[in-house]
């Protein structure tokens, strides 16, 4: 029987487990926390999600009908514990648990990871596996950035707030307007203390419902194509909540679509700049004590800062010569799923394609469990299915990624790899003993 490990038991890593287990597979998870769930458990009290309950799921594993349509932190997280109770999988999640290393077997002259992987935790030497499916996420290295001069008030990262009890002082400024960033301010707003954002750049603000209907479920707009959705998306937020031009001090997006810019789902942010609690903010120049000096010659005096400015992209047991690195993002294939420079090692999660996200787990180790079975069908002269997938498909370096595109990657690989499964010819020719590897 083949043996693979999983790393990182969140709903990415729990997603992998019900595959491969699924599929007959010995899986070992490690998980270096003490439960299942991964940032659901560490992430800001105001949180709920941004997309539907109906539309976030497990497979065949519908959230509970009393959750409401955007379901509180707590409750995604014992969503996601309920699942992995129901299938069994704390008996094969070793907590406690970090993996300090994963290094290739010595593969001759195949390519990195074709023999199969070491894996070595806090615990010791765990051994080899056939493959490694890296689950362990992208929101939890925090980004922030270098600006000239210091700050003499309180400093977090969106990653380490909880609630306004995290903050001195009623003037606060939160950088960033992504999903996090605004759902801060408007937590901060919300308990009476002043916020400021920094937007740097003008985004989209897209509203959570139309018609009183989470937006994701209005089910006209399942009728016209991807381009004819974010046109009508941004007519309807245009009707329903304005423009940036109407919220003082907001730059308009540079993008025309959706698709080509950023884009926040979140209205309550606008509620409270209307109401006088938010302010936005340009660019920082630079720090000065408590004060602030912005882009545009103004300043602003501030006891606490919070940064929500994502995330870097971090896999620090595995040496950065394995992978192909650019843009600080290892280079994939596939939907994401299969890194550059490697065989037999498989990433759950590490794209993030707008719109829920659990589901987004499942279908990616769906697919890892077909490579896996041709890896093991090709037998021990192996299959160079990372080498075959770079020579037909293009390079993603993105992590946040319009859905559609997304949606035509894992198509164009499922069909990829049925046409692998129904060909031996072509599984020889894709066969280490014949492929030619750099």
Known sequence: MTRYCVIGAGAAGVSALQQLRQAGHDVVCFEKTERVGGHWHTDYDALHLITSRDMTMFENFPMPAEYPHFPRRDQVREYIESYARHHG???????GTEVLSVTPVPAGGGPVGSAGWRVSTSRGDEGIFDGVLVANGHLWSPKIPDVPGEFTGKQLHSSAYNNVG?????RILVVGAGNSGCDIAADVAQHRREADIVMRKGVYFQPKTYFGVPRQEVPFLAEFSPDEQDLLSRLLARVSIGENRNYPGMPDPKAKTLADGAATVNDLLL???????VQVRPGIDR????????????SGEYDSIVWATG????????DTDTLTWRSNVPVRYAGGILPEGAEKLYFVGLIAPRGPQIPVYGVQAKLIARMIALHTEAGPQGLALTNYFATVQEPELRVDIVRAIWNDQMADTERLLTALAASPALRQLESLSTTSVS
Not at 271 to 277: D, F, K, Q, V
Request: without cysteine; hydrophobic residues 35%; charged residues 20%.
């Open 271 to 277: 509620y409270w700049i209307h109401h006088g609690r």
């Open 287 to 298: 720090f000065d004590g408590n004060t602030v000096h912005f882009s545009d010659g103004t």
């Open 89 to 95: 999988h704390y008996e094969t999640i070793t907590f």
């Open 166 to 170: 995290d903050l001195d002082g009623n």
């Open 311 to 318: 995330f870097h992209v971090r896999l620090p047991f595995l």
